[in-house]
């Protein structure tokens, strides 16, 4: 027998995606490997929420594809054409896949608790007493098993967002994307909400994350993406990116980050 690679955990292929006469993503490829993390750095406007958003099939591409350890996202193989997945199909697609928002998105009504079970119960993966005991657990592994009474308003924002991280965790995703998460925060939160980001990747969960925080990325990302103008103009390990840029563009932004 012959050793096999195994699947990349996200691929990316060729993916357009334009908002009338604006191209906003222009052919951009892209592999995360099982169990790395990637860092997507760019300017305000690049297209970096845009291509989480069509990872995830919040966002149809225009032309293109992704693909989750191995299957089509949002689409199947109909002889040599594509066809769209149906609304359930791709929601049992979408569970596969943690997402983290800059502005949490968290249930005002629901406790902490409530909020990182409600998932597992709603897709009916787990029953609502296995799904708490899930949730006790996640909590503790953000460091907020103290707070499961609690509801979101009564939190800091760091709280508010390690919260989040729990409950992308609830439906065990494949990977994780995370878009912006600290930008949100005051400058005093923003270590905490790093540091359980960077407890997940230490663990071994396959991450993708936008994020300006370069010491983060150089501390902790296998792979950083370079977008600008929707393409992606420069990508590798994090020692090369950051500290010796070949291309202006990433030149130009770091100088402005750092
Ligand atoms: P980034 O996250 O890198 O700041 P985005 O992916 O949010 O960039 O946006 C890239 C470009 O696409 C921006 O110019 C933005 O205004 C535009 N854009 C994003 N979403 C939409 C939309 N739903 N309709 C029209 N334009 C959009
Ligand atoms: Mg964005």
Redesign the pocket.
């Known amino acids: 027998m012959t050793a096999q690679a195994a699947p990349a955990a996200l691929e990316v292929r060729g993916v357009h995606k334009a ?2 006469a ?1 191209r ?1 993503l222009d052919g951009v490829d892209l592999t995360v490997p099982p169990g790395q993390v990637t860092v997507i750095l ?10 989480l ?1 069509v990872i995830n099939h919040l ?1 149809r591409p225009d032309a293109g594809h992704v693909i989750l350890g191995g299957e089509l996202i949002g689409v199947r193989r109909h002889g040599d054409r594509l066809k769209e997945l149906g609304e359930r199909a791709i929601l049992r697609q979408r569970s596969r896949i943690g997402f983290v928002f800059q502005n949490f998105n968290l249930f005002p009504h629901l406790t902490v608790l409530e909020n990182v079970a409600a998932a597992p119960v709603a897709t009916g993966q787990l029953g609502r007493r296995e799904a708490q005991e899930q949730a006790r657990g996640l909590l503790d592994r953000v460091g907020l098993a103290d707070r499961a009474g609690a509801y979101p308003r009564q939190l800091s924002g760091g709280q508010q967002q390690r919260v989040a991280i729990a409950r992308a965790l609830a439906l065990r995703p494949g990977i994780v994307l995370f ?2 998460p600290t930008s949100a925060l005051d400058p005093e939160l923003v270590g905490e909400v790093l540091s359980v980001i960077k407890g997940l990747a230490t663990g071994g969960t396959t991450l993708v994350v ?1 994020t300006h925080e370069i010491g983060f990325a150089r501390e902790v990302a296998d792979h950083v993406v370079f ?1 600008d103008g ?1 393409r992606i103009v420069e990508q590798g390990p994090p020692a090369v990116v950051l500290d010796h840029p070949r291309h202006p563009r990433t030149k130009e932004f770091l100088s402005r980050v750092l």
């Open positions: 908002y009338g604006q906003v760019g300017p305000s406007g690049s297209g970096k929420s845009t291509l958003r966002e878009d912006e936008v977008l929707g």
